[in-house]
């Protein structure tokens, strides 16, 4: 079956601290991942999407590493701010759903920014 | 510039009654979608669309029905509301390709009574 796990589940952190989020999928074929964030209240937000030929990809602050063969992604923030307080969400592709777009979603990991 | 909205953004409605919820985007893309979220799982696909009268079943379909008339809309209908469909609703759309973006509505939040 195919499935996206994530890891924390919940993270406090102080502003201007470094965190890294973990991500693990057994969806195969594999396509591609994405990682989303999500702030309280609004739709998820693309952050990053990665093919099985990459390996890390950077947007800002947030950087993300795919390991296709143990199956595995972090996402790591560097020097969080307030606004990084959101749930990320980890997303995987399968091949053969290339062309539609079907997603198979993680549960998320809540991050939680203090002052 | 172009944008997907979800209406309404809150409903409140009783166990029986039907209830659309709509959702508009001016991407023109071809695929449209509809998630719910819940606590304690992620988002979960309910239907999709890869074109005009074109719609799919997803992993929760029971109890919900889309149509797909233009390429802006696809309107979710439950046939007869119920508590177990107490939930947040998102609208995505999508390029055609998997790997674009998908971009998501601000949600709906829904209450059966």
């Known amino acids: 079956k195919n499935q996206v796990e994530q890891s924390p589940q919940s993270l406090i952190i102080l502003e201007g601290k470094n965190c890294t989020l973990q991500?693990?999928?057994?969806?195969?074929?594999?396509?591609?991942l994405r990682w989303y964030k999500q702030d309280t209240g609004r739709g998820p937000v693309s952050l990053t999407i990665?093919?099985?030929?990459?390996n890390t990809k950077s947007n800002g602050r947030y950087t993300a590493t795919l390991d296709a063969d143990t199956k595995q992604s972090s996402l790591h923030i560097t020097a969080s701010q307030l606004s990084d307080s959101a749930s990320y969400i980890c997303v995987v592709s399968a091949h053969g759903s290339s062309n539609t777009g079907k997603l198979i979603f993680g549960q998320g990991t809540t991050l939680q920014v203090k002052p | 510039d172009a944008e997907i909205t979800q209406s309404p953004r809150h409903k409140i409605t009783e166990t029986g009654r039907q209830v659309t919820l709509a959702c508009h985007q001016t991407w023109n893309h071809n695929n449209m979608f509809w998630y719910r979220q819940d606590l304690g799982h992620g988002l979960r696909l309910i239907h999709y669309s890869y074109g005009v009268h074109d719609t799919n079943k997803g992993e929760v379909s029971d109890g919900y029905s889309v149509s797909r008339s233009n390429t802006e809309d696809l309107p979710l209908t439950l046939e007869s509301a119920a508590s177990s469909q107490t939930s947040v609703y998102f609208c995505?759309?999508?390029?055609?390709?998997?790997?674009?973006?998908?971009?998501f509505g601000p949600g709906t939040r829904l209450t059966v009574l």
């Open positions: 995505a759309s999508s390029g055609p390709s998997g790997y674009n973006e998908q971009f």
């Open positions: 991500c693990n999928y057994t969806v195969s074929p594999f396509s591609n």
């Open positions: 990665m093919t099985f030929s990459e």
